[in-house]
């Protein structure tokens, strides 16, 4: 019987799964939206009830749609949205309150008043992150403090807490496994990256008991086997769980030191892969974990961009510009360049490498003859130079020479952003024709834990890549990149005023 696997890609907006075969086609996919609660102003919310409904939903479908039975499933993996948080009772396994999405800032006074105290420098040392509301310790230690029961059931020993693939490896395995893997750990602000466990002493500062704690695995990894649930029938093992830059980055085939991806979806993730060398970044980058191509833990580098896509539907929705996204192209190449515009999207503060949440957005170097091409040519522009801006912090930090990077997301299909990420890099840009990089990286994982796939280097050969190769000089590089520094500069210096 022809064995498949099938990857379970839990984002932010929405739940995607794929089917894939031995050979490493994908048979199918599917794909479902969930719904976004915004109970106050910087709260984001999820139901994680209904994030498992959507999984299942889309399973069933994918499975339908490769025409297969769900005993050929040979394998799952599993990836997630990154620093999302659900609390439950181990007892019934009813969530206690809706899972904190990673966009939520309500716990920022208390990140400043852990920065007051100077604890920052140490946090960092210890798990390579930034104190920063972004990160799952900081809304752990909110959920301990403001919704009733859930003390109570830390000192009784019965809450479970984790992020979303914690939640849903715990509900397939009928609440039998309760466990993550590294990149996952690597993200909460509990995790300790060199001496890759929990650390005792971040626990005591967020306040989150162990007990509640997953344990922590390699991303290619046995993690359980299914009970009934869904359209999934009892055992089928589950081989793989990864946050989900991470699984896009092992998808894109970065399983060596220097090797590089850019996600280009609402922000940009970039994630540089180290080795075994664990880089402390003096430019404004976080340190994580990623794999290597056994799915065993290894250093990385990452640099998080806070307004890359979400530029192209801000001249969309809010200038109403063009009609769709990809007018955006045909605009860019109608003029020879931006007429000496630069859109700096700080539309809630610049991300990697500046880290300030002060400044905001500003439209440079406008005159009589500027168009909306000018103006949409401008913003794709932006989000090259965001770009350039964190590998160039990669560099400086890591010492590595990156020749090439991979790209995927929505914003890479746009050949003109490509070319011109190119040219400004002054480095090679690749595009998979693999779009689910992060699904397809969580699919490879599932099959290298299942030994099916032993060598995952084999299946890369079959994956074609479109090439975009540098055709700027050097000076007028120097000349557009002095640029958008220029204008940074005006940009960061409002959040000085």
Known sequence: MTPYFLAIDQGTTGSRVITVDAKGFIKSRSYIEIKQFFPQ?????????????????VARR???????SPSQIAAIGITNQRETVVAWDRLTGKPLHRAIVWQDRRTAEFCERLKRQGLEPDIRRSTGLLLDPYFSGTKLNWLLGNVPGVQARAKSGNLLAGTIDSWLLWNLTGGTVHATDFTNASRTLLFDITRKCWSSELLEIFGVPQTALPSIFPSAALFGRTVKIGPFPEGIPIYAMAGDQQAALFGQGCYESGAVKNTYGTGSFLVLNTGKKR???RHGLLTTLACDRSGRPVYALEGSIFISGAAVQWIRDGLGLIRKASDTEKLSRSVRDTGGVYVVPAFVGLGAPYWDSECRGAILGLTRGTGRAHLARAVLEAIAYQTADVIHAMRRDSGLEMKTMRVDGGASENGFL?????????????RSSVIESTAWGAAKLAACGAGIWPDVRQIDRKLKYETYN???SEAVRSRLYAGWMASVRRVLAQGLS
Do not use: C, Y
């Open 41 to 57: 102003p910087a709260w984001v919310e999820h139901d994680p009830n209904e994030i498992l409904t959507s999984v299942l939903t």
């Open 62 to 68: 994918a499975i339908q749609a490769a025409n297969i």
């Open 279 to 281: 880089v402390s970044s």
């Open 418 to 430: 490509m070319q011109f990420q190119a040219d400004i890099l002054g480095m090679k840009v690749e």
């Open 470 to 472: 540098n055709r700027m």
